[in-house]
Nanobody, 127 residues
């Protein structure tokens, strides 16, 4: 599996960005795909994920109501629409395979040794 993240950039507070995560090398039917982010000096945070098979989703409390995750199965691509962005959303965002059903059950996202990571894309929100 290879994941290619894109869509980061600089936006003013209150603005929107859409991140994309394109997968290759595998059919994603048995995967969850999600986004983690890490700001300088802060711990990595699981933001959102989607289970490819049934479309079920998870959102961290910090982004609920502002972010929307979706998938385009024919394109093997997942999208994270980020609205009402805040300066505290500034971070490098990484897409990765995720145990999304586990995140839904436990209330937080976690990474596993088996997970595949894409390169990061920087989101900067100015105040």
């Amino acid at each position: 599996v290879q994941l290619q993240a894109s869509g980061g950039g600089l936006v003013q507070a209150g603005g929107s960005l859409r991140l994309s995560c394109a997968a290759s090398g595998v059919t994603l039917d048995h995967y969850g795909i999600g986004w983690f982010r890490q700001a300088p000096g802060k711990e990595r945070e699981g933001v959102s994920c989607i289970t490819w098979g049934d479309g079920s989703t998870f959102y961290a409390d910090s982004v609920k109501g502002r972010f929307n995750i979706s998938m385009d199965k024919p394109k093997n691509t997942q999208y994270l629409q980020m609205n009402s962005l805040k300066p505290e959303d500034t971070a490098v965002h990484y897409c990765a395979t995720v145990a999304c059903a586990g995140a839904q059950a436990m209330g937080y996202m976690f990474s596993r040794n088996m997970d595949v990571w894409g390169q990061g894309t920087l989101v900067t929100v100015s105040s």
